[in-house]
Structures are given as structure tokens and as C-alpha cells.
């Protein structure tokens, strides 16, 4: 079984729909994050948390919002989706010392907004 | 401010010869560095890590790189490229003192085409 799933895998939604992205760890991390993934830009952070009480955002945090449900979960919500942010989202997990270590990511989703 | 340029977009190879993907980064401080992979439709997969130990850093499938200070570069290589390796490769590099908001900063990523 995949440490860090992500569901949906796929979505195509239309402009002005609220939309969720959900993930899920079974590593026991402490540390979430998501990233957007655009053609020419690598991946970019969008938030992240160290722990269910602490949200921070990332550098392309604009549109979007997240919660913490709990140590294993971190959803990504866009509450008005538009055009651009059609892209392939990523959430990943890393431990207590972030980043020095590496991260763990799942496996994606795409995001089409029409 | 660190940053990280992965200084080809598209790399093609032929089975069998070597490969070099090249990164340098700029950081102020002394910064870890990783290599990932992401093969189609896949998320991304750790290939080797720097984290101020040895200089020459061995990774998975046969791939290792080599930090160098002096010239901020970070490239990776294998000797000899198999049709598997065919993916999208991204240098990464991550700066900042243990507990503190260390974050990751991705190069824009090189694909590496291996032709048979």
C-alpha cells in the first residue's frame, strides 16, 4: 500500500466551483505539504504544516486554503477554481527534522478547470 | 535566498552511454541537496540526498553526484543509461537550521529521453 495517497487522482471541474484535494499519510510524519507542479517551473509550494495546529503559507498560497484534519490528513481546497490553476497537484510528508531529510510524495493529481 | 537551475531542459541519450544532468544552486548557507525523479504519471522518487557528509553521494539505479562547492554545482550521472531511466528529473536544493521552517526549492526539472 502507497504511504502518502492522494485522492482524486484526476478532476476536471469548470470555473467557480469549490474544490477539494485530499491526502493521506500512513508514515507517521509530523510535517505535510502541497505543491503545484506547472510544464517548465519544477514544483512550487502552496502551504504547508509541521503539525495540526501550525499552517503556514507557501510561496504561491493565493487562491487556495488547507486544513489539518489531523496528523494523517492535509486537504487542499481552491474555493473558486479558475483556468489557471489547472495543473498537477502534490502533497507530501516529511519528519520532524524537514527537509534535511527528504520528503515522500504521492502519487498526483490533475487538476483541469474548464 | 537560495535558488536552483537545472541548466538543460531536455537531455537524450543512447542506451548504454553515459548521462549528465547538470544543476548548480546559490544558497547563503551551507544547503542539502537532492535529486528526484518522476517517472510519467508517478509522483516523485528520492535518487540521493547531500547533506554535508561526503562529497560524492551514491543513489538508487546506479546514479551519484557529486557536490562542489566552488563551482555550486550538483550534477548527477550514471555511467551507463538503460531504457527505464526515461524520465523527468528535478535538483532540489533546501537550506536552514534544524527545526526551523526549511523548505524545498525545485529546480525547473531536465527530461531525459534514452533512445535505444
Known amino acids: 500500500d502507497a504511504d502518502v495517497t492522494q485522492t482524486p487522482r484526476n478532476r476536471i471541474t469548470k470555473t467557480g466551483k469549490r474544490i477539494m484535494l485530499e491526502c493521506s499519510q500512513t508514515?507517521?510524519?509530523?510535517?505535510m505539504y502541497w505543491y503545484r507542479q506547472d510544464p517548465g517551473l519544477g514544483l512550487r509550494l502552496i502551504y504547508y504544516?509541521?503539525?495540526?495546529?501550525?499552517?503556514n503559507k507557501g510561496e504561491i498560497s493565493d487562491g487556495y486554503s488547507v486544513s489539518r484534519q489531523a496528523q494523517a490528513k492535509f486537504s487542499l481546497s481552491l474555493e473558486s477554481a479558475i483556468p489557471n490553476q489547472t495543473a498537477l497537484y502534490f502533497c507530501?510528508?516529511?519528519?520532524?527534522?524537514?527537509?534535511?531529510?527528504?520528503?515522500?510524495f504521492g502519487p498526483g493529481t490533475r487538476l483541469t478547470v474548464t | 535566498a537560495q535558488s536552483v537551475t537545472q541548466l538543460d531542459s531536455h537531455v537524450s541519450v543512447s542506451e548504454g552511454t553515459p548521462v549528465l544532468l547538470r544543476c548548480n544552486y546559490s544558497?547563503?548557507?551551507?544547503?542539502?541537496l537532492f535529486w528526484y525523479v518522476q517517472h510519467p504519471n508517478k509522483g516523485l522518487q528520492l535518487l540521493l540526498k547531500y547533506t554535508s557528509a561526503a562529497t560524492l553521494v551514491k543513489g538508487i539505479n546506479g546514479f551519484e553526484a557529486e557536490f562542489k562547492k566552488s563551482e555550486t554545482s550538483f550534477h548527477l550521472t550514471k555511467p551507463s543509461a538503460h531504457m527505464s531511466d526515461a524520465a523527468e528529473y528535478f535538483c532540489v536544493v533546501s537550506v536552514g537550521s534544524s527545526g526551523s521552517a526549511r523548505q524545498l526549492t525545485f529546480g525547473s526539472g531536465t527530461q531525459l529521453t534514452v533512445l535505444p
Open positions: 504544516s509541521f503539525d495540526v495546529k501550525d499552517i
Open positions: 508514515k507517521g510524519h509530523d510535517r
Open positions: 507530501a510528508t516529511s519528519d520532524s527534522w524537514g527537509s534535511r531529510y527528504e520528503q515522500y
Open positions: 544558497s547563503s548557507y551551507s544547503p542539502s
